[in-house]
C-alpha cells in the first residue's frame, strides 16, 4: 500500500501482541524510503533486511531488560489490507501515475493484470510517457521497439507481459501484429 499511495516513507515495527489489530506497544521500528521505481518486491526484500536486525535489537533489549514497549499513537493510524488477485486488475481510466503505481504494488504478487482480446496478460513495472496523450485509456500503440497503452492522462510504455503458463517477456515481443485487410 505504500508503494500504491505513493509514500515516501514505510517500516516495519516490532510490538507486543493485543487482541486488537496490530495494536500493541511498540518495541522498535524501521524506516525504509519508499524510490520512485520500487516493486512491493524491492521494498519487502529491504524491509526484510532491516526487520530482521529489528528484530535481534528487540530480543536482545527484552533479554537484557534495557527494551520497554511504548503505547502505538492513535494519530496516523490506517489500514493496509492484502492486495487480493481482484484488487491487482489495471484500470486504464486512472491517470498514468496512478496505474504506474498500482502495477509496482502488485509486483511480484498477486500480479498486475489486464486482458488483450480473451487472453489475461501479467504485467511488469511501466514507463510513463508524459509528452504522450495520442490515445486512449485502454488503446495500444505500437511502435518498432516498445508497446504504449493510454491512460486517462497520458501513455504508458508496457515492459514485460506473462500469459497464463507462459514465461515472462518483453511487451514489445509479445503484442501480434495487426491482420491487414487482405488477410482478414
Known sequence: HA????DDV???STFLLEEGLDTGPVFGVVTESVAATDTSGDLLGRLAVSGAGLLVATMDGLESGALAAAPQPSDGVSLAPKITVDDAEVDWTQPAVRVDRQIRACTPAPGAWTTYGDERLKLGPVSLLVDDTSLAPGELGVD???VRVGT?????????VRAQGKKAMAAAGRVPRASTADER
Open 3 to 6: 508503494v500504491w499511495h505513493g
Open 10 to 12: 514505510t517500516g516495519a
Open 144 to 146: 518498432k521497439n516498445r
Open 152 to 160: 486517462a492522462t497520458h501513455a504508458v510504455v508496457l515492459g514485460e
